[in-house]
Nanobody, 127 residues
Framework: VQLQASGGGLVQAGGSLRLSCAASGRTFSSYVMSWFRQAPGKEREFVAAVTWNGGRIYYADSVKGRFAISRDNAKNTVYLQMNSLKPEDTAVYYC?????????????????????WGQGTLVTVSS
């Protein structure tokens, strides 16, 4: 599967953005989809994940209550609605696809849990 992220930009603190990740391929609906982010000088970190049918969703504590992940399998697209943005949310955001939602009883929330990655879209939050 090939992934193309979009929707990043510059926004003031407290504002909102909606990221999209379009996938190619007929098997999109079989994948767990997630969002990660990477700030300058930092490691890539998990943001959110959703199962193939949207039945299970998991968020990093840092975005819980502010961000919402969703997917539309008919459009082969996963979204990340980001509200109440903070300067510390500034990062390149990546979408990723994987085959499992759980590994050893934990949500798949590490880079190695995902096989396919989009190119990233930059989100900058000004104070």
């Amino acid at each position: 599967v090939q992934l193309q992220a979009s929707g990043g930009g510059l926004v003031q603190a407290g504002g909102s953005l909606r990221l999209s990740c379009a996938a190619s391929g007929r098997t999109f609906s079989s994948y767990v989809m997630s969002w990660f982010r990477q700030a300058p000088g930092k490691e890539r970190e998990f943001v959110a994940a959703v199962t193939w049918n949207g039945g299970r969703i998991y968020y990093a504590d840092s975005v819980k209550g502010r961000f919402a992940i969703s997917r539309d399998n008919a459009k082969n697209t996963v979204y990340l609605q980001m509200n109440s943005l903070k300067p510390e949310d500034t990062a390149v955001y990546y979408c990723a696809a994987g085959s499992r939602f759980y590994y050893n009883g934990k949500c798949a929330n590490t880079v190695k849990d995902y096989n396919y990655w989009g190119q990233g879209t930059l989100v900058t939050v000004s104070s």
